[in-house]
C-alpha cells in the first residue's frame, strides 16, 4: 500500500463502499469505473438444451427488494462517488438493459455531464437458451463528467491504437473474458461478472494518464486495478468479499507494469506547447493588414475581415481567431492558427501558421 496526498493507493478497502467512500478525500479521484450490481431480478434457474444448469448471476450482492431499494442504493453510491472526483474527472459505469436506464436517470439528476455511451458488443456471448428472446449480446458504458462546464481527460490519439490508426467509435467489439483470463476456483468461475482486461484498457487509455489515481467501487475480482497498474496508473478498489479480495491482491502482484505504457504524443498538445503570440502581432509586424481578408480551410467563399485591433469580423460577428472559427464550425473547438489562411501577392493561399513560424516561434 502506497500514500499520495494523503489518500492511501494501490490497496484494496474491504468493506461497503458507500462508507468508504466518505474516507476518501473529496476531489482527489481522476477516473472511476464502476460496475454495480445488474438487479437482474432472477425468477428462475436457467438451464441449457443438455440441462446442465448456467451459472447466472445470482449472487447476493446482486439482490434487491424492489426497483425503489436498488435507486436509492445506486443514487448513494453516485453521489459519494461525485464527491470523491476532481472537477477535471469522469466516471465510467457498465450496465445492461436491467440497470443502465435506472443508473443513467440517477446521474443526470445528479448532475453528471454525459460524454459518450458505449456500446459494449459481446462477440462471443451466451446464447439465449429459452429461445424466448434475442440472445442478449452487448452492455452499455456511460462515460460521463462531473459536470458540464469541467474539462477532463480525452486521448483521442492514444485511443486510434484499436482501430487500425483510426478515430475510435463508440461501438467496441469485444469477446466476454474467458479462457486462461477468467479467474477459477475449483474448476468454477470464480466471479460471476468478471470483466475482460481489454475492456478496461480502453477506457483507462482513453480518460488517464500514467500517474493518475483510478477508483473502482466495486471491485470484485481486480480487473480494473491489474490493468491500471500495466498501464502505470495509481489505483484504489473497494470490495466487500474476503474471497475476492484475496484473489485480486494475487492477481494483481503478478502483474509487471509496462514501461512504455505512454500516452501516444497528441497533435492537439502538440500545437498547445508553441509558444502563445497574440494575433495582431502579425498586424503589427506588417505581415498582414487590417481589413485583409482570411478564409476559412482555404475556402474562398467563407472570407472574414480582419479588424485593427486583431479581431475578425464574418457577417457581423467579431471574435478572435479562434472565436470566429469556433462559431464556422457550429461550436466545435477551433484553433484559428490552424484553420485560417492568407493570400499572397500571386493570390496563392498558405495558413496564417506559417507567419508565426516566420517570427521564430513554435
Not at 443508473?103 to 437458451?129: C, E, R, S, Y
Not at 498582414?288 to 457581423?316: H, P
Request: aromatic share 10%.
Amino acid at each position: 500500500m502506497a500514500s499520495y496526498s494523503s489518500i492511501s493507493i494501490d490497496c484494496i478497502l474491504k468493506g461497503d463502499c458507500i462508507e468508504l467512500l466518505s474516507s476518501i478525500p473529496d476531489g482527489s479521484i481522476d477516473l472511476i469505473f464502476a460496475d454495480p450490481p445488474y438487479n437482474l431480478q432472477l425468477q428462475q434457474d436457467l438451464w441449457r438444451p443438455n440441462m446442465t444448469k448456467v451459472a447466472a448471476v445470482d449472487d447476493e450482492w446482486d439482490q434487491f427488494s424492489s426497483f425503489e431499494a436498488y435507486d436509492a442504493f445506486s443514487r448513494r453510491w453516485l453521489a459519494a462517488c461525485k464527491n470523491v472526483l476532481k472537477p477535471t474527472g469522469t466516471i465510467w459505469v457498465i450496465g445492461t438493459y436491467h440497470n443502465i436506464y435506472r443508473l443513467g436517470a440517477i446521474m443526470q439528476d445528479l448532475g453528471f455531464w454525459f460524454l459518450n455511451d458505449v456500446v459494449w458488443v459481446k462477440t462471443n456471448p451466451m446464447p439465449n437458451f429459452r429461445g424466448v428472446r434475442l440472445t442478449n449480446a452487448h452492455e452499455t458504458l456511460i462515460w460521463a463528467a462531473k459536470a458540464r462546464t469541467g474539462k477532463y481527460t480525452f486521448n483521442h490519439h492514444a485511443l486510434k491504437v484499436f482501430n487500425n490508426g483510426k478515430q475510435l467509435r463508440s461501438d467496441w467489439y469485444l469477446p466476454i473474458c474467458s479462457g486462461a483470463e477468467r479467474l477459477k476456483v475449483n474448476g468454477k468461475k470464480a466471479h460471476s461478472t468478471q470483466k475482460p482486461e481489454a475492456l478496461l484498457e480502453r477506457v483507462i487509455t482513453a480518460a488517464s494518464k500514467p500517474g493518475d489515481i483510478i477508483l473502482d467501487p466495486f471491485f470484485g475480482s481486480g480487473t480494473t486495478g491489474a490493468v491500471a497498474k500495466r498501464l502505470r496508473r495509481h489505483w484504489i478498489g473497494i470490495e466487500k468479499s474476503s474471497e475476492y479480495i484475496e484473489l485480486a491482491r494475487e492477481r494483481i502482484e503478478a502483474v509487471t507494469p509496462d514501461l512504455f505504457a505512454e500516452i501516444p504524443a497528441d497533435d492537439r498538445d502538440e500545437s498547445r506547447r508553441k509558444a502563445r503570440i497574440p494575433f495582431d502581432r502579425l498586424i503589427k509586424q506588417g505581415l498582414l493588414e487590417s481589413n485583409q481578408e482570411l478564409f476559412f480551410r482555404r475556402d474562398t467563399s467563407k472570407a472574414a475581415v480582419i479588424n485593427n485591433d486583431g479581431s475578425l469580423t464574418f457577417y457581423g460577428f467579431t471574435g478572435s481567431i479562434h472565436q470566429v472559427g469556433r462559431r464556422m464550425m457550429g461550436g466545435s473547438p477551433c484553433n484559428g492558427w490552424d484553420h485560417w489562411y492568407y493570400k499572397d501577392a500571386d493570390g496563392e493561399l498558405h495558413p496564417i501558421d506559417d507567419l508565426r513560424q516566420s517570427l521564430g516561434v513554435g
